[in-house]
């Protein structure tokens, strides 16, 4: 369950509620809500803030109890940082504090304030969109195969989010995305023995069966074979997990309208194959269906919006697994396009189902534009770092959109080019082109490779490997693109 968002319009100093959130700056200002919380308590936070206590720097969070002349319980003064740099990204970091800053109190409903703070270029809407998101981002566990570490503390329920009546469009897109987003989370978090092919394919089902229009579909190893798709069941070969091709569809816009169409890279364990990683780390290839689950979370999220758009939903879920029938370094591979391919690394195995997926889904659907996110390469990571998803793209117009879509969401992405100078380092003698690019531009050639099978159609590839999930040993997934996939839906039902 997501935190459920109200909207409000409270005076601060009287509102009964267990949290009132208000913010102050580095330099000592505070805002109007916390300004006002501070007169009605005799200036509370002002001599908090003489005293050094209440810094103003972002992440200092100091809890005021049962303040006299305040009706809240408790008053939570976040740091909102230098007031003159104060920005989308630091608003969106504050409001995350103030999220967690609440986590930890022994309280299941708060009021924020923080919505009121003005954002140079965002509006009200904005505001309160990105607080609801950040606090449901916060307030998410993961609990399906561990036990809560604090029972005593209560899980966040509701939030009342202080803002303008016409922000209310704000909040309904949040809940939305917040649903999107957890969907992805929940699936992409969830162990490799849990959340295989099949697992993937029940879960689009049940939420198939719970939303009126929306249909369900799937295509076993039987049918894929009858069909061609000899690239992604190459891959598929080595798992005692049989493959399974997802599709989900969603018609809310007009009929025999041309959809748009996601398609997300579904491992749902890499171990490399015969190329097999190393050992450190590997688990963390649980998360190589990330772009799958952000596809899915995305088209979540278009449904509860019940957004005039056709959209289709493709998810190819397979596990690459080493084997004695394992695909091999030397295979030569016939996709479902008919182009040959050279195995070189059986680690560089989602661009070979993404293939016969993005070569199906273009056939069936011949979608208006068509866009894959898959957890795609190490390389990308190395280029971006886990800020940016890689976007590669020959269309100009739609790389304009994805990266605006991003920029309003701050779930951003940064292009890459697909120049045709890099094609060449996919040549090889032996098929039609090569699964492995040699050392450089490793992300980019991927992106190349998955050109050569969206042809003339208006495609782009977002590489989420870096920014799917948080590493390390606690790292968990971050429904990332959803937002952006989200928002990019929404701005063409609004571009008409
Ligand atoms: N799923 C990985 C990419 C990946 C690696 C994502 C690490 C996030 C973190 C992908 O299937 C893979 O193994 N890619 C190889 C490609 C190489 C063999 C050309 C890689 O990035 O090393
Ligand atoms: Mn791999
Ligand atoms: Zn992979």
Redesign the pocket.
């Known amino acids: 369950m997501t935190v459920q968002f109200s909207l409000g319009s409270n005076a601060p100093e009287s509102t009964t509620t267990p949290v009132a959130v208000v913010g102050v700056y580095e330099n000592g200002v505070l805002t109007s809500a916390a300004a006002r919380i501070d007169t009605a308590a005799g200036g509370a936070i002002k001599r908090l803030v003489e005293a050094g206590d209440i810094t103003g720097k972002v992440g200092n969070v100091v809890t005021l109890l049962h303040p006299a002349g305040v009706a809240a319980a408790r008053v939570l003064v976040v740091g909102l940082g230098a007031q003159k740099t104060f920005d989308a990204a630091r608003y969106q970091r504050v409001t995350l504090e103030a999220a967690r800053a609440v986590g930890r109190l022994p309280v299941t409903e708060a009021v924020n304030w923080l919505p009121e703070v003005e954002v140079p270029g965002r509006d009200a809407a904005w505001r309160l969109r990105v607080a609801a998101l950040a606090t449901d981002h916060a307030a998410y566990r993961y609990t399906a195969t561990v036990k809560p570490r604090d029972k005593s503390l209560p899980e966040l329920a509701t939030m009342t989010l202080v803002g303008p009546a016409d922000g209310e469009a704000g909040l309904a897109e949040a809940r939305a995305i917040a649903e999107g987003v957890r969907y992805a989370k929940e699936l992409g978090n969830l162990p490799p023995n849990i959340c295989n092919p099949d697992y993937i394919a029940d879960q689009a089902k049940a939420f198939a069966d719970a939303h009126e229009g929306v249909t369900f579909e799937s295509l076993d190893r039987a049918d894929m074979e009858r069909e061609g798709f000899g690239s992604l069941l190459a891959v598929a070969r080595g798992s005692a997990n049989a493959p399974r091709l997802v599709i989900l569809q969603w018609n809310g816009g007009k009929d025999g309208e041309r959809p748009y169409a996601f398609v997300g890279k579904g491992?749902t364990f890499?171990t490399?194959g015969i190329?097999l990683?190393p050992g450190p780390g590997m688990e963390?290839?649980k998360?190589?269906m990330c772009g799958a689950a952000g596809v899915l979370g995305a088209f979540v999220a278009a449904v509860k919006l019940k957004l005039a758009v056709n959209l289709v939903c493709v998810v190819p879920a397979v596990e690459?697994m080493p084997d004695g029938d394992s695909y091999r370094p030397g295979d030569v591979l016939t996709s479902l396009s008919g182009i040959t391919i050279e195995v070189l690394?059986t680690?560089?195995?989602?661009r070979l189902i993404l293939c016969d997926a993005l070569t199906y889904t273009g056939k069936r659907f011949d979608p208006h534009t068509m866009i894959d996110a898959a957890?795609?390469?190490?390389?990308c990571?190395v280029a971006l770092g886990k800020h940016a998803s890689g976007l590669m793209t020959k269309d100009e117009s739609l790389s304009a959109e994805l990266l605006a879509a991003g920029e309003a969401t701050l779930d951003r992405a940064w292009r890459l080019p697909l120049w045709d100078d890099y094609q060449s380092q996919l040549d090889s003698g032996f098929a039609d082109v090569a699964n492995?690019?040699g050392k450089y531009a490793?992300a980019i050639t991927?992106g190349c490779f998955l050109s050569r099978f969206t042809e003339g159609r208006r495609w782009a590839h977002l590489d989420i490997?870096?920014t799917a999930w948080d590493e390390g040993r606690k790292g968990m997934a971050t429904g990332r693109p959803v937002p952006l996939l989200t928002q990019w839906l929404l701005d063409r039902v609004a571009a008409g």
Request: no cysteine; glycine share 22%.
């Open positions: 491992i890499d490399g190329s990683k963390e290839m998360f190589d690459n690394n680690d560089a195995e989602g957890t795609l390469t190490g390389a990571v492995l690019g490793g991927a490997a870096g």
